[in-house]
C-alpha cells in the first residue's frame, strides 16, 4: 500500500483521539475542503501536517509494542504540533470521530486527506 495514502487513513482515523477539544460538531465535506486548502497554501503548515503522519506512525509502532509511555508522549507532541496547524485544523480533527470512516461522507474526506497527504515528502 502507498505510505502516503497510509498516513492519511491513520490521520483521519487516529487523530481525533489526539484533538483537545470534546465539544467539536461534526465537520461537513465544506470544513474539510477549508482546512485542507489552508494546509496546501501554507508550507508551514504542510509541513507540520506531514510531521503528524510521522507522529502518527510512530504511535501505531508505540501501540503495536504495547509501549504506553512512548505512546503518551508522541501523543502530546502530535497534539502539540497539530495546535501549530490552527484552531480550524484541531476543531475538524476532533469532530472527525463523529464521522462513520466507511460511510460515503467518511470515504469522501479520507480522499481529501489522501490527496493532502500525497503532499508530502
Known sequence: MNPKLVVAISLFTALPAIAQSQDA??????????????????KAKLQAFCDIGKLQFQMEQADEKKDTKALEALGKKA???????????????????????????????????????????
Not at 497534539?79 to 480533527?93: C, F, N, S
Open 79 to 121: 497534539d502539540e504540533v497539530a495546535q501549530t496547524i490552527g484552531p480550524d485544523y484541531v476543531k475538524l480533527m476532533d469532530g472527525l470521530d463523529l464521522v462513520d470512516p466507511s460511510s460515503p461522507e467518511g470515504r469522501d474526506f479520507d480522499a481529501m486527506f489522501a490527496n493532502l497527504a500525497k503532499q508530502c515528502k
Open 25 to 42: 460538531p461534526k465537520p461537513t465535506k465544506a470544513d474539510v475542503q477549508k482546512v485542507v486548502q489552508m494546509i496546501i497554501g501554507d
